[in-house]
Nanobody, 126 residues
Framework: EVQLVESGGGLVQAGGSLRLSCAGT????????IGWFRQAPGKEREGVSC????????YYADSVKGRFTISVDVAKNTVYLQMNSLKSEDTAVYYC???????????????????WGQGTLVTVSS
């Protein structure tokens, strides 16, 4: 069974930083795409960032480019999201996600994802 466990959410002032972590277990392959979606109150879930374990290629939503950095430790099946220059509009529940096909389609289409974490709340106060 694939499991994703997030950590690192919390309350931060605008302009501050947070680092999210997500440890995955039960992966059937070393070739996967792992990343983050988020859902703000009253809004639809959106893809934030994703990284492919095979070649390290990354995806970022336009709203976070230049502020967020994703990285992966393949040996630990753990993904990190360094979030800098946080804004109030970054307030959301952040979900760790994984696409085990290795294609990376899950980075763009949530229907292609194989598993979701339980979510961690990030609150940015202005």
């Amino acid at each position: 069974e694939v499991q994703l466990v997030e950590s690192g959410g919390g309350l931060v002032q605008a302009g501050g930083s947070l680092r999210l972590s997500c440890a995955g277990t039960g992966f059937t392959s070393d070739d996967y795409a792992i990343g983050w979606f988020r859902q703000a109150p009253g809004k639809e879930r959106e893809g934030v960032s994703c990284i492919k374990s095979g070649d390290g290629s990354t995806y970022y939503a336009d709203s976070v480019k230049g502020r967020f950095t994703i990285s992966v430790d393949v040996a630990k099946n753990t993904v990190y999201l360094q979030m800098n220059s946080l804004k109030s509009e970054d307030t959301a529940v952040y979900y760790c996600v994984v696409d085990l096909t290795g294609t990376g389609y899950g980075c763009y289409d949530s229907s292609a994802l194989d598993a979701w974490g339980q979510g961690t709340l990030v609150t940015v106060s202005s």
